[in-house]
């Protein structure tokens, strides 16, 4: 019963299923058009917390409590936790997890860190390892902003190619469907109703659909010689090209076999390279390929450059938008492609380029 | 068939194999009393570079390249690479490894990445995911000092109590048995001999036993409350004593049932705190336990303080030195425990703690 398909893609005979998830944003984040779809938006971006660090562990912690609380479950449950934000050292992870106590592997793909986690977690629930594990990550702009370019009491000017990190953080839990079906004591999918949130006076009760992992397909590092910090887009888009590419043919599908092709966090800069690239492989996404990053801000209005990175950018979209449009069947099947820049302060000043990477997540929803 | 054990280890029904492992190591590993048992010894620590990061690039991509030159294989034979080391980003990861163009799973665990590698990439082989799967970790003295502590320019004293980060880095491939079988064109371990590189004098012809990973058991953070920078194996014993405790229980052993037990980078100081921890739980190493801190360097002649640390510490002494024990049949089954010191710049001059975590990776030969 080998899963291996293609070069570098796993199709999972006995798929995991999604049984919470959850979003924490920061104020401008709530403020964009998919404010109203967020579990919580900070008060103010510190969440409570003395420097950017903690406040961004605050908020990972914020959504790893929301996640299991969804699940009616304890965090001892979860058999294992994958997990990584963007600071060096991951150490927004370290500081928000430890209470949790779970066993975690650790992470980093720069913003494909929601990709990676997704795609590690459904590995070991789909191989038997685990009956609930979670994925989480998350990204704060400030504390971004500091590791990566300047502290913000400096008050750099932008150019309008650079993306926005966003404030927020996304928690998953994956079980098996034997587990799903013992958490939520329910049989068949048709017999689950919840709150639309996708309808913001949300008062619709709608038929639920489940949601699983079917596929991944995991990304090399690409690098096209970028090294301009302030454009991540035209960093990312060639790993996207790669994995998406290499994705199809593993999988034998066309791009119209998704209702949706979702990149992390290439922004309107990076959008127009990838699909370019892949137009140059006689492949077409324009029709349905979008961004979470250019989903999650209204650019001109927010002046958030280019759109939205961070992993926690892809994370808070999936959950708040993607995932609630899978389960009430307005999306059947989507491919969720998390984007990351793979750069730090001192490779930058040391000159070096700045390659890309992307992972590939294939969601479906169970609607027939 | 759930490979799950006890609260969070797998045992492998279908354990993957060590095809070959790799160790290249600077200058002061190669005079300390492991010296003549690793692959390549740097001339000098800059591998040929311009600076410390791409020094240690350039000895992660030489134990990679070393590690399929053993095995006999080609970059593209590997579906899978499971990757880490200390630097801000994992930048050193980044740009080593992108030539290989494998898929990436791009890891953080301090020094514990190792641990992390080797159990992700077991779990990947053993669940069917991967024929051949590969686990590299580096470290380098100058450009963990300039990460986590002050730049060598600036000729800090260091206390005793200092652990000194190994330049070094081991990467190991994994495969299932018929592909080892496969690879290697030999059914029975008896009929596999080589030079037994354990003996200096290097000429002994002995019989050679397959090594393969059995079981794993992931481990958790670990705040003891340390926040000395210049201590860190007594930040990283709670956890290693608690991946240990956790391990024996889910198993059903005692310590006895392990020829070694053998933590990352504990140190002198680490271990003593180890034994205690273990011993208030009932738990007696001290007769089976090392550290590969303590067994890489001589700390008195060699001015190495505490030991031996860096996620390529215990990476290259398990390469260099335990597998051939294991091999050599002189060795049956070993506990191997890298530990991670949790911290960043940023999170230590922002006083925060330094939280441990530490995994256990079970290698047996098939030495009846």
Sequence with gaps: MSEQ??????????????????????????????????????????????????????????????????????????????????????????????????????????????????????????????????????????????????????ANQRPLSTTWTVTGSGAFLLAGKRKLEELTGRNSPEKIYVEDQSEPAGTQWTREYRVKISGVTTGKILDYGV?????????????????????????????????????????????????????EKNIDIAGNHTDCGLEIFDNEKQGTGSGGSGCGCSAVTLSAHFLPMLRSGKLKRILFVPTGALLSKISFNEGENVPGIAHAVVLESDRE
């Design 227 to 279: 090294r301009d910090s302030m454009n991540m887009g035209a960093a990312m888009a060639p790993a996207a090209k790669d994995v998406i590419e290499a994705h199809l043919k593993d999988f034998g599908r066309s791009a119209g076999d998704y209702d949706k092709i979702i990149t992390g966090d290439l922004g309107g800069i990076g959008r127009e390279i990838l699909i370019d690239l892949l137009r």
């Design 5 to 154: 398909i293609g070069k570098q893609s796993l199709r999972f005979s006995d798929p995991p299923y999604i049984v919470s998830s959850s979003s924490v944003v920061g104020t401008k984040e709530g403020e964009g058009p998919l404010g109203k779809l967020f579990d919580v938006i900070g008060e103010d971006d510190t969440f409570g917390s003395d420097n950017w660090e903690a406040a961004e562990s605050a908020l990972q912690k914020k959504a790893m409590e929301l996640v299991i609380d969804k699940a009616g479950i304890c965090p001892e449950d979860i058999r294992y936790l994958f997990a990584g934000d963007l600071l060096g050292q991951s150490v927004a992870s370290s500081f928000a997890l430890q209470s949790f106590g779970i066993p975690l592997f650790g992470l980093y793909g720069a913003c494909s860190t929601a990709g990676l986690a997704l795609s590690l977690a459904a590995m070991t629930v789909s191989a038997g390892y685990a009956d609930l594990a979670a994925a989480v990550t998350s990204s704060h702009f400030a504390s971004a902003e500091k590791q990566f370019r300047f502290p913000l009491e400096y």
